[in-house]
């Protein structure tokens, strides 16, 4: 997608209904600085506030993302291309957030270890050695929760029974048993339980 392109189309759809950005930063509860990010093209709107916007502009989704109005026999190919685009978009940030979450990974245990270390090796009365240790896990824990949570929502998990790719709670990742990024957990398809592994397309 085009950002500059949809930011000089959010522009001129915004002047069209006579509003300022800040007018139409009030319709949409966000600063006047969102609005100016998106139409220099260093931002595109949220998706949770896309179809609002798109309703005050009076333009479609579809419109929005082409960063044009569109005829009636350009409308369903655009939609299309658009659909594949924000398919690849989520795939590259889900490889991101995946390679993020080996960096958590270690540094949680990095954390975890080095006043550990200190701990058992340095000269000190028990309650320093104790506060020094303890040190470690609660950084350690909040890095393995935001591991977690990426893991939950990056990608898709597929199950070896029926094949189908879904997203799972957070509670359901964390309470089961893994191998790496494959998991040990119930369907909410088939109902069954499976080791399933991560994959970052919705479809095969």
Request: proline share 3%.
């Amino acid at each position: 997608m085009d950002q500059i392109k949809i930011g000089k189309f959010i522009a001129e759809c915004r002047k069209k209904q006579n509003l300022t950005q800040m007018g139409l930063a009030e319709k949409l509860n966000i600063t006047d600085r969102a609005v100016s990010k998106w139409e220099t093209g260093r931002a595109l709107p949220d998706s949770n506030i896309m179809l609002e916007l798109c309703s005050i502009l009076k333009i479609t989704v579809n419109e929005l993302l082409c960063g044009e109005v569109l005829s009636m026999e350009t409308y369903n190919k655009n939609v299309e291309e658009n659909l594949i685009e924000m398919i690849k978009e989520k795939e590259r940030n889900d490889k991101m957030l995946l390679a993020l979450e080996w960096v958590i990974g270690i540094l949680s245990v990095i954390v975890l270890f080095v006043p550990i270390i200190i701990g058992s090796l340095l000269p000190m009365e028990e309650w320093q050695r104790i506060l020094i240790v303890f040190s470690g896990f609660i950084p350690c824990l909040v890095g393995v929760f935001f591991a977690v949570k990426i893991e939950q929502i990056a990608g898709y998990y597929e199950c070896k029974e029926c094949g189908y790719r879904y997203v799972p709670t957070y509670k359901a990742v964390n309470l089961s048993m893994h191998m790496g990024r494959t998991r040990y957990m119930t369907c909410p398809k088939c109902g069954k339980k499976s080791w399933q592994k991560k994959k970052l397309s919705k479809n095969k």
